[in-house]
Nanobody
Framework: QVQLVESGGGLVQAGGSLRLSCGAS????????MGWYRQAPGKQRELVAY???????TYERSVTGRFTISRDNAKNTVALQMNSLKPEDTAVYYC???????????WGKGTLVTVSL
């Protein structure tokens, strides 16, 4: 079993930046794809960005050019650098990782990002 723990959420003004981090531990912590979802109040959870173990990155359209996802395979961590934040980016952000054997997705408990005007 892999555990994921996020950090780095908080309150920021529009136009500001935050960096989210997520570390994987347990069962040697190795996962394949890792990424971030977010869920705003009253909305469905949506994929923000993900990165494969080989480093291929994919972004949701509204964050392209503003967010950057990265990972450190040696440390089993993934990060999300968020720049030019907008109030509509306000949400709980969840880290996930897909089991190397396939068939299971692990989730963190989430970290709240609030962007004020």
């Amino acid at each position: 079993q892999v555990q994921l723990v996020e950090s780095g959420g908080g309150l920021v003004q529009a136009g500001g930046s935050l960096r989210l981090s997520c570390g994987a531990s347990g069962s040697d912590g190795r996962v394949n794809d890792m990424g971030w979802y977010r869920q705003a109040p009253g909305k469905q959870r949506e994929l923000v960005a993900y990165i494969t173990s080989g480093g291929t990155r994919t972004y949701e359209r509204s964050v392209t050019g503003r967010f950057t996802i990265s990972r450190d395979n040696a440390k089993n961590t993934v990060a999300l650098q968020m720049n030019s934040l907008k109030p509509e980016d306000t949400a709980v952000y969840y880290c996930y990782g897909d089991d190397v054997g396939g068939g299971m997705r692990y989730w963190g408990k989430g970290t709240l990002v609030t962007v004020s005007l």
